[in-house]
């Protein structure tokens, strides 16, 4: 089988439908409805384009230094690149790990989902790794930021001290995360402390 390229693999192809053989594990999300203070009765499957498009608004805003690193080549693709194929694939295992309103342990079940998933890919192994890596802790600043947060910058901290390769890609994928989520409406106070704890990670890179 052909391996997909990165650049081939857009928002208006995946719409189209153009991958519902070579992935149907995306398109099954389309029957997997969240309904939470973050959702309102939203397919998984829209809500994983919604962060795309934020994720592509928020990196045309970015500082140069930013723009620099996510310019970084891995190895054939750069980290931008990986970053939106993440954002992608961030939420592949809410199927399996719905539970009433929510999706405990989606991100790590997710990650190892996803190694499945990134052969079908042309990505070196040290590419595939990233991804798997960035799918797995996609969730984190949204753990220690459950309102109200106890200690979050300490444990920010910590977690930028153990993964200086992601941890900016982390923010930036979980900001666009928020954004495209409901949370705005329904809790007004708590998206905007969680949009300004993750302004303030980027801002100091």
Known sequence: ???????????????????????????ELEK?????????????????L??????????GMVSNKIKEYLDYKIKNYSRKELLILAAIFHDIAKK??????????????????????????DLAEKEKEFIVK???????????LNYPADKPEEKWQKFKEKNPDIYILVALLTKADTLASHLK?????????RINFIDKIIDSY
């Open 32 to 48: 997997v409805i969240q309904n939470n203070p973050w959702h309102n009765n939203e397919p998984v499957f829209n809500h994983t």
């Open 134 to 144: 960035l799918v797995a802790n996609h969730g984190f600043i949204h753990d220690i």
């Open 96 to 121: 399996e790990t719905l539970k009433e309103t929510l999706f405990l342990g989606h991100e790590k079940i997710g990650a190892e989902k996803l190694r499945n998933i990134v052969p079908r890919f």
């Open 1 to 27: 089988m052909e391996k997909i390229k990165i650049s081939e693999f857009t928002i208006e192809r995946i719409k189209n439908r153009e991958f519902e053989k070579v992935i149907p594990e995306l398109y």
């Open 50 to 59: 919604l962060v795309v498009i934020e994720l592509n608004n928020l990196l």
């Open 185 to 193: 409406n329904s809790k007004p106070k708590e998206f905007s402390f």
